[in-house]
Nanobody
Framework: QVRLVESGGGLVQAGGSLRLSCVAS????????MGWFRQTPGKEREFVAV????????GYADSVKGRFTISRDNAKNTVYLQMNSLKPEDTAVYYCAGARLFFGLNIKNYDSWGQGTQVTVSS
């Protein structure tokens, strides 16, 4: 497992942008596939974006494709989620997650989780 700490959440108006960061420690970051998930009250945690351990492959939920970009900087042990054209329905707690040598959207494969960061998009 690797320890993950998210930052960058906050309040933004619809159409605006935010960049979330997730800093990893206590593990070998460059062998961890990383994902972003989000959760709203009363709903299950849902997949948002994923990136493999090298950054060569990425994937996105249909709801965010074209608006969100996941990236990583292994030299800084950090994964990012750039969120553009934000919508009120993007409001959620966003979680960073890691899975050793895994690339995919299956939440059950992720065993390292951050504490979450709140993103609120106003109308």
């Amino acid at each position: 497992q690797v320890r993950l700490v998210e930052s960058g959440g906050g309040l933004v108006q619809a159409g605006g942008s935010l960049r979330l960061s997730c800093v990893a420690s206590g593990g070998t970051f460059n062998i961890y596939g990383m994902g972003w998930f989000r959760q709203t009250p009363g709903k299950e945690r849902e997949f948002v974006a994923v990136i493999d351990w090298t950054g060569a492959r990425t994937g996105y939920a249909d709801s965010v494709k074209g608006r969100f970009t996941i990236s990583r900087d292994n030299a800084k042990n950090t994964v990012y989620l750039q969120m553009n054209s934000l919508k009120p329905e993007d409001t959620a707690v966003y979680y960073c997650a890691g899975a050793r040598l895994f690339f995919g959207l299956n939440i059950k494969n992720y065993d390292s989780w951050g504490q979450g960061t709140q993103v609120t998009v106003s109308s």
